[in-house]
């Protein structure tokens, strides 16, 4: 599988948020979109997954799915910066509405929902959980139908670390079985899970060139 976003560009009146932008990624590949907040990482994210209207076109395999809705929701999971989770429902009840009952119990004996740890809060209701807990549980609701194409929209942004480490383990086995992760962020250290890394600022995409000493991190980052 292997995916290319083309032309991707939004306005709001004259204000241009994203002007032209385009990259592309095979099987197994991470790429992170760096950015402020601001920037327009969330309004991409919300483009390539029908939320907002834009110009432009999101390949897979040679098919739009900007214009091919049932494929789409098929493919692509996204995992918004507010996860959408019915806050007076526990974790058990809300992966009810993405999983059957069996399948539910079996992700959570020994399959994602166990890598995320959600096993550990299941009758914890929302309004009652923790940063860490909603994101994870967001995600686990993300991937109920096995999405190829993964789209995250800061993951791990003000979680501790256990959570944060949680998160990761299931995006190295998720790119290890060949799936695609875009990854919005504004935290440098995300960026060790990146094949590719693209900036974006003033509307404009481009990619990182390099810098000694982000570079360096980065590296490190990796081989941690």
Not at 86 to 112: F, P, V
Not at 140 to 147: E, K, R, T, W
């Amino acid at each position: 599988m292997n995916i290319a976003i083309q032309n991707i560009s939004k306005r709001y009146g004259r204000k241009v948020v994203l002007d032209d932008l385009s990259f592309s990624a095979g099987p197994g590949h991470c790429i992170g979109i760096l950015g402020e907040n601001g920037s327009g990482k969330s309004t991409l994210f919300s483009i390539l997954t029908g939320l907002q209207k834009g110009k432009g076109a999101f390949f897979c395999d040679g098919v739009d799915l900007l214009k091919n809705t049932k494929l789409r929701m098929k493919t692509v999971g996204f995992v918004p910066q507010n996860p959408p989770l019915l806050s007076e429902l526990t974790a058990y009840d809300n992966l009810l509405l993405w999983y059957s009952r069996a399948q539910m119990l079996a992700e959570l004996e020994n399959g994602k929902l166990k890598m995320l740890g959600i096993d550990e809060f299941l009758k914890v209701p929302v309004s009652k959980m923790s940063g860490g807990m909603k994101k994870r549980l967001a995600i686990g609701c993300a991937i109920a139908h096995d999405p190829q194409i993964l789209l995250l929209d800061e993951p791990s942004s003000a979680l501790d670390l256990v959570c944060r480490e949680q998160i990761y383990a299931y995006l190295r086995s998720f790119t290890r079985r060949g799936g695609i992760t875009l990854l919005a962020t504004h935290e440098i250290y995300e960026l060790g899970f990146c094949d590719d890394v693209y900036l974006l600022k003033g509307g404009r995409l481009s990619r990182y060139e390099g810098d000694r000493q982000l570079d360096e991190l980065i590296r490190q980052l990796k081989d941690a």
